[in-house]
Nanobody
Framework: QVQLVESGGGLVQAGDSLRLSCAVSGRTVTNYNVGWFRQAPGKEREFVAAITWSATTYYVDSVKGRFTISRDSAKNTVYLQMNNLKPEDTAVYYC???????????????????WGQGTQVTVSS
């Protein structure tokens, strides 16, 4: 059974950094795509970043230059390093796993079939 477990969220001040982790059970992370999404209260879940099976990375414009997605194959874990956090980054962050065949949809929730439970990130001004 595939499981994704996020960790690393918390309450920080604007300008601080956090590193989120997504531990994935099952096949090695190099065999599928992993994405990070976030959802703020009253808003739809939105794409943040993704790393494909071939290590291609994607970011939403609002986090480019501040967030970095990476993976550790030995630990089967994907990370989201978040620097210079802003209050508008406040949300529940979810990681998700998608099959290689869905690489064309890595920017959309429909490109993923397994989701974690989420971790809260709160950035105060």
């Amino acid at each position: 059974q595939v499981q994704l477990v996020e960790s690393g969220g918390g309450l920080v001040q604007a300008g601080d950094s956090l590193r989120l982790s997504c531990a994935v059970s099952g096949r090695t992370v190099t065999n599928y795509n992993v994405g990070w999404f976030r959802q703020a209260p009253g808003k739809e879940r939105e794409f943040v970043a993704a790393i494909t099976w071939s290590a291609t990375t994607y970011y939403v414009d609002s986090v480019k230059g501040r967030f970095t997605i990476s993976r550790d194959s030995a630990k089967n874990t994907v990370y989201l390093q978040m620097n210079n956090l802003k209050p508008e980054d406040t949300a529940v962050y979810y990681c998700a796993r998608g099959d290689v065949g869905a690489t064309g949809n890595v920017l959309r929730t429909s490109g993923y079939d397994y989701w974690g439970q989420g971790t809260q990130v709160t950035v105060s001004s």
